[in-house]
């Protein structure tokens, strides 16, 4: 049965600032792999970049052509406690694709000893250049980050909040993209998103490429 036909408590929401200490715990909880703590750490430093970055997702946008960062959640409906999350890039078309670097959209971690600035900009960098190659400039949704804490997955959550991108997009008439692991791919494979053929030269091979066409407006 698709994830889609199953009922579920999700309802997605937007978080607010007061939600960044609980933010941090889904967070940690969802990627908590070995090789995603050697690349954000499981610290205090690694505490005071995901709330800076939490910071600077609620900030207001400084203009109608500049990206905006969407920050939504499902909350436990025992406890009212955020456990599942995504982050939006909505892109507007002809974005200059030098704005949309790692380093334009999260914080620097040039003062925190626990990060290494070149595993970060590694990990976001063989994405950029698969992105940039799928998507040039045109305007899109982008799926930057989902997660749901293993105790709570396989309740529908993360079809929740991927249905609300892509009903975004819809709207919008406009194509969505994301970096798939495997793990989250036969849930976007489900939405409509087709994994993209990305030259050897610039696969990063350790996620995929992932784009679904906007919709044709009737
Ligand atoms: C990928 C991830 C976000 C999915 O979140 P989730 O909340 O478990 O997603 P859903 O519950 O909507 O769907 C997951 C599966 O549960 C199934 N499911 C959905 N609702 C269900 C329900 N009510 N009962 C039983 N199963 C259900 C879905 O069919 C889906 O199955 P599939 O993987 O065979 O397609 C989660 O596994 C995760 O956070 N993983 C670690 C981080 C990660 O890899 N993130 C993705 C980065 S691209």
């Not at 940039?132 to 899109?140: D, K, P, Q, S, W």
């Not at 959550?157 to 892509?166: F, P």
């Not at 008439?173 to 970096?179: A, F, K, R, S």
């Not at 990063?204 to 992932?210: E, H, I, K, P, R």
Request: aromatic share 10%.
């Amino acid at each position: 049965m698709a994830s889609t036909d199953r009922p579920t408590t999700a309802v997605v929401e937007r978080a607010s600032v007061s939600d960044i200490p609980e933010l941090i715990t889904v967070w940690w909880d969802a990627f908590g792999s070995e090789h995603m703590q050697r690349i954000f750490p499981q610290t205090p430093d690694g505490r005071i970049w995901l709330e800076r970055a939490f910071k600077q997702f609620f900030a207001p946008v400084k203009g109608p052509d500049e990206l905006k960062t969407e920050c939504l959640i499902v909350r436990s409906p025992d406890t009212g406690i955020p456990v599942a999350i995504a982050i939006y890039r909505i892109v507007p078309e002809g974005y200059d694709t030098a704005k949309q670097t790692w380093r334009a959209r999260w914080p620097a971690v040039d003062d925190l000893p626990d990060f290494s600035d070149a595993a970060v900009d590694e990990f976001f960098s063989r994405m950029e250049k698969a992105h940039a190659y799928v998507l040039g400039n045109r305007g899109h949704v982008f799926l930057e980050v989902l997660g749901t804490m293993a105790t709570f997955q396989k309740r529908g959550y993360g079809t929740a909040l991927v249905k609300w991108g892509t009903d975004l997009a819809d709207q919008l008439g406009v194509e969505c993209y994301l970096d798939a692991s495997p793990a989250g791919k036969p849930l976007y494979e489900a939405h409509g998103y087709v994994e993209q053929d990305v030259p050897a030269i610039i696969d990063n091979q350790s996620s995929a490429s992932m784009l679904r066409p906007k919709k044709l407006q009737a």
